[in-house]
Antibody, heavy 117, light 108 residues
């Protein structure tokens, strides 16, 4: 069974940093693309970033480019999202998701990030 | 960037009825690289349809997708009580992926 478990969310002040982690199991983690998708309270889904299997290719939404960095450690079956220069509009539930370069067949339960002073 | 516009924003129907949800893209979606997801309150999204018309594993055949180019449709042939949720379309035609704003399917 595929499992994706996010951690690292919490309350952070504007301008601060946070690193999210996603522990994966139930599939060969080093093969597929993986994504981060976020959802502000009461709002829709927004794609954030994706990374290919060996970590050599990454893409970002314009709204986070230059502030967020996606990475992965295939030896630890873990996906990361380093978030810097956080703003109030980054407040959202962040989902770890994957297993396709575009279509997303697996989702974690999400971790809440709140950016507020 | 490809902007996806979903309509209607809210659809009120009764169990047993047919639901038709629309997703329109601001530019052509190559290879029909469009997916649909279902999300219920407090839950993660669920993968329904990919490549515009292919059902994901385990998805009932009352769910079907169609369309090409810029206009796509998700159809639920006979609504079951568990189908009332929010539905999102998503394109993966270009490196910057995007989701539509969602259609809320509610019980009439």
């Amino acid at each position: 069974e595929v499992q994706l478990v996010e951690s690292g969310g919490g309350l952070v002040q504007p301008g601060g940093s946070l690193r999210l982690s996603c522990a994966a199991s139930g599939f060969t983690f080093s093969d597929p693309w993986m994504h981060w998708v976020r959802q502000a309270p009461g709002k829709g889904l927004v794609w954030v970033s994706r990374i290919n299997g060996d970590g050599s290719v990454t893409h970002y939404a314009d709204s986070v480019k230059g502030r967020f960095t996606i990475s992965r450690d295939n030896a630890k079956n873990t996906l990361y999202l380093q978030m810097n220069s956080l703003k109030g509009e980054d407040t959202a539930v962040y989902y770890c998701a994957g297993r396709g370069s575009g279509k997303i067949d697996s989702w974690g339960q999400g971790t809440l990030v709140t950016v507020s002073s | 960037e490809i902007v996806l516009t979903q309509s209607p924003g809210t659809l009120s129907l009764s169990p047993g009825e047919r639901a038709t949800l629309s997703c329109r893209a601001s530019q052509n979606i190559n290879n029909n690289y469009l997916a649909w997801y279902q999300q219920k309150p407090g839950q993660a999204p669920r993968f329904l349809i990919y490549d515009a018309s292919r059902r994901a594993t385990g998805i009932p055949d009352r769910f079907s997708g169609s369309g090409s180019g810029t206009d796509f449709t998700l159809t639920i042939s006979r609504l079951e009580p568990e189908d009332f949720a929010v539905y999102y379309c998503q394109q993966y035609s270009i490196s910057s992926l995007s989701f539509g704003g969602g259609t809320k399917l509610e019980i009439k």
